[in-house]
């Protein structure tokens, strides 16, 4: 890990900059706001081109962020009510949006490709907020977990809640983890087997507690059946509320929205393998099993995610309290950037496949190819 020179006065310098997280909940609003004011029709592409574009200038710009918050004060950033709340606000700041964007797609009579640009924006914010549920689903307290579900009622992906937790995290970077991508592997066939391996896993899994509970299934206690519920019940409110015609609008940006979550998990782990012990079992997850990275803007939108390497070996800690090692393979730029990569796989693999292969020291045997 790396060195930080230990510091009693120490303070979180990002503090108050968690808070633009929630910001990227409001691309809708921003995409309305210039649309009506400027009248340009590429105004409601807002969202895919301050993501795609401005971020990763930004991160150019802008570069690193490696410091570590001391040891001896994580106790009390881990304890913070604030650090919670600013994740609250996000989940808050979404569903304002959301409904927002419902009503301007069923009201505003726009040309073809400023709606599709429209509902590509509300999904890029509605797919960051599957980071929001993210953060919110590891934690143990009911209220945090219930805002997880919310989080990813608009895209329809409630399964997210129960499979990354305990599918993902116990096989990640294994052939047997779905949202684990192989080396070689194009996103395109990486998205179907996630997709669909991930949806199966959540059943299996909530399936197997509820057995053990002497519960059926299709039983209310059933997270994937909790989670949908709310699904059916905000879109079904919508639909009631604004007519069947807002249907194609909400399902682009579902799609679009849950396959940003699904390209991140295809950069995440791309190639990397736990090798299989003696006894069977894959040895402990480390930092060496996920890319990580340190740009600076991006890690302040999306809570740490791109420090995903100490996410995975600790995953108990918060984002405010994530850390950078220098034995995680690091990726080349920050996930906004990666992305793009990833959506053009000839320039994703000229660019990611020499990094796999010379992380393992040129050792094929290590990397993960199915």
């Known amino acids: 890990m790396t060195a ?17 997280s929630t910001l990227t909940m409001l691309l809708p609003l921003g995409a309305i706001l210039l649309a009506n004011t400027t009248g340009n029709a590429l105004s409601w592409w807002f969202g ?5 574009v401005m971020i990763p200038l930004l991160d150019m710009l802008l570069g690193e962020e490696t410091e570590n918050p001391p040891e001896e004060v994580v106790p009390r950033l881990e304890s913070e009510t604030y650090y919670r709340v600013a994740v609250w606000v996000a989940v808050a700041f979404q569903y304002w949006a959301f409904v927002t964007a419902c009503y301007v797609a069923a009201t505003y ?16 914010a509605m797919g960051i907020a599957i980071n929001t549920a993210h953060e919110l689903g590891h934690k143990t307290d009911g209220f945090e977990r219930l805002l997880a579900k919310l989080a990813l009622a608009p895209v329809f992906y409630g399964h997210f809640f129960v499979e990354h937790n305990r599918g993902h995290h116990v096989r990640v970077s294994t052939p047997e983890d779905p949202a684990s991508s192989r080396f070689g592997e194009s996103f395109y066939r990486f998205l179907p087997r996630t997709v669909f391996g991930s949806l199966r896993s959540a059943w299996r899994l909530e399936a197997e507690r509820l057995a053990r509970d002497s519960k059926p299934v299709w039983h209310w206690q059933n997270h994937n059946l909790q989670a949908w519920g709310l699904s059916v019940l905000l879109w079904g409110a919508l639909l009631f509320w604004l007519g069947w015609s807002l249907l194609p609008f909400l399902l682009i940006q579902s799609v679009f929205g849950f396959q940003l979550l699904e390209v991140v998990n295809y950069i995440e782990h791309y190639g990397l393998l736990r090798r299989k012990k003696e006894n069977g079992r894959y040895e402990p997850c480390r930092p060496e099993h996920s890319w990580n990275s340190n740009r600076r803007v991006t890690n302040i939108f999306l809570y740490q995610l791109q420090r995903h390497s100490d996410h995975h070996a600790y995953p108990t800690r918060s ?5 950078h090692f ?11 950037s990666m992305i793009v990569l990833a959506w053009v796989p000839p320039l994703w693999r000229q660019v990611m496949d020499k990094r796999v292969i010379d992380h393992y020291g040129g050792d094929r045997s290590r990397i993960n190819v199915g």
């Open 326 to 336: 220098d034995e995680a393979p690091q990726l080349p730029g920050g996930y906004a």
């Open 319 to 323: 984002y405010q309290s994530l850390r």
């Open 4 to 20: 930080t020179t230990l510091q009693p006065e120490w303070t979180d310098k990002r503090r108050y900059l968690w808070l633009l």
């Open 109 to 124: 009579v726009l040309p073809w490709y400023s709606y599709l640009g429209f509902a590509i924006t509300t999904g890029t």
């Open 48 to 52: 895919p081109i301050f993501v795609f």
